[in-house]
């Protein structure tokens, strides 16, 4: 069965450091997503990427952040200088933007721990 | 704002039934998914509604009604491998689908 990849699955980097998060979404998918999940919290939106370029993003997702698909098959979210409080399990989606299941299936995740 | 609200831990036996409620207000509202979490794992996708009423999907079923800005997840004949964090979330339109959760109910299965 087809699944979205992530990786690493944990990176550990130093604050103010720069971190690229890797995500290679399911083939046939249009719509591409990245979340993040703060220990013990619930799963928060970040940013949509459709047809080459963002289609919204959350407050969270300023300025330090920017999402790529550089070669029509990876997806990556990069952090240009990380924060302390960037520190989180990011998630990477994607769904396919036919029928009506909405549908989004999530990777298993990259560990971000920032010191 | 946005929000999703759903009672934060629910406990039950093997074999029982249990219901998990949640309630939202969101602007751009299309439709209420429900996603599986067990520890250190990535959320799975159970079921959605866009419509008023009850989807089944063998031992989950899941229902809507828009007016009450109200679902639930029923879930059936709970096994042990049902213990995990469930999260109803909100599809909002104008954003491709994104998805606005809930903070998640755990819920514990004993033998």
């Known amino acids: 069965e087809p699944e979205v990849t992530q990786t690493p699955s944990h990176q550990v980097t130093q604050m103010g450091q720069e971190v690229i998060l890797r995500c290679v979404p399911i083939?046939?998918?249009?719509?591409f997503y990245w979340y993040r999940q703060i220990l013990g919290q619930k799963v928060e939106f970040l940013v949509s990427f459709y047809n080459n370029e963002i289609s919204e993003k959350s407050e969270i997702f300023d300025d330090q952040f920017s999402v790529e698909r550089p070669d029509g098959s990876n997806f990556t979210l990069k952090i240009r200088s990380t924060k302390l409080e960037d520190s989180a399990m990011y998630f990477c989606a994607s769904e396919g933007g036919t029928g009506d299941r909405n549908e989004q299936f999530f990777g298993p995740g990259t560990r971000l721990t920032v010191l | 704002g946005q929000s999703l609200e759903q009672p934060s831990e629910v406990t039950a036996v093997e074999g029982a039934i249990v219901q998990i409620n949640c309630t939202y207000q969101?602007?751009?509202?299309?439709?209420l998914s429900w996603y599986q979490q067990h520890d250190g794992g990535a959320p799975t996708f159970l079921s959605y509604?866009?419509?008023?009423g009850l989807e089944e999907t063998g031992r989950f079923s899941s229902f809507l009604s828009r007016s009450d800005s109200y679902g639930y997840l029923l879930l059936q004949e709970l096994q042990m491998k049902d213990s995990a964090s469930y999260f109803c979330a909100a599809s909002i339109r104008g954003g491709y689908n994104k998805l606005i959760f809930g903070a998640g109910t755990r819920l514990a299965v004993h033998p």
């Open positions: 509604n866009a419509l008023d």
């Open positions: 969101t602007s751009g509202f299309y439709g």
């Open positions: 083939s046939n998918h249009l719509y």
